[in-house]
């Protein structure tokens, strides 16, 4: 009896084994952004970006972007942040620059979260923006570098949009600066949760 026991617990265990390997395997980072305007929520894709995956998180952990602001805000086309605080006084990033990991599956279409880079494209350190709209043009091809997905706004794209609206201005160093400040007052890693393959590979995002 004790034996039959053993052996049912047995298969329990190893069947239990691995339904959680198989769930592990499957497992991405979600990041909670509090704003002055509201929450979103950002999906991480390793699978697709895992160095530029991996820095980001790092950025995050390391409370980064607490108390930087959205420094470039353009309607229908991206809201930006990463870089700056309220008074425009510069937060360097203390990783190294990343390799361009721009790819064909991962398109900039609406809701997708990429890397900011200057001209030269294995550049990027913190800065990201979010896609308002599909911005096509900044995605990679055979032929040139474009702009690194490695996430999608999964919740909160009413804050993304609110954002957006924002009227801005213009100063002496940058352009299409909301008038009022628009901060980041805490990004935090959630507990990790199953990630949606066919989203990753589609890109859809509903909102």
């Known amino acids: 009896m004790k034996k039959k026991i053993s052996r049912r617990t047995n298969i329990i265990l190893l069947i239990w084994c691995i339904t959680v390997c198989q769930v592990a395997a ?11 305007s509201g929450t979103f929520i950002i999906e991480i894709y390793p699978d697709g970006a895992p160095l530029t995956s991996a820095n980001f998180i790092r950025l995050i952990n390391n409370f980064h972007y607490d108390g930087l602001i959205f420094h470039r805000v353009i309607p229908e086309f991206v809201i930006q942040t990463g870089g700056y605080t309220f008074d425009f006084t510069p937060r360097k990033s ?3 620059p990343i390799p361009n990991e721009g790819n064909h599956k991962l398109k900039n279409v609406r809701g997708t979260v990429a890397m900011a880079r ?6 990027a350190r913190s800065q990201f923006f979010i896609n308002i709209t599909d911005n096509p043009s900044l995605d990679s091809s055979a032929t040139r570098h474009g702009y690194a997905v490695f996430g999608k706004v999964v919740d909160g794209m ?5 954002i957006a609206a924002k ?25 990790q949760r199953l990630c ?4 990753v590979n589609e890109t859809q995002v509903s909102g």
């Open 196 to 199: 949606n393959v066919s989203v």
């Open 94 to 96: 203390q990783t190294l």
């Open 118 to 123: 200057t001209s030269d494209p294995h550049s």
């Open 158 to 162: 009413a804050t993304v949009d609110a």
């Open 167 to 191: 009227k801005t201005q213009n100063n002496s160093l940058f352009k299409d600066v909301p008038i009022t400040p628009i901060r980041i007052l805490k990004a935090r890693e959630l507990q």
């Open 26 to 36: 499957g497992k991405c980072n979600k990041v909670e952004f509090i704003t002055d």
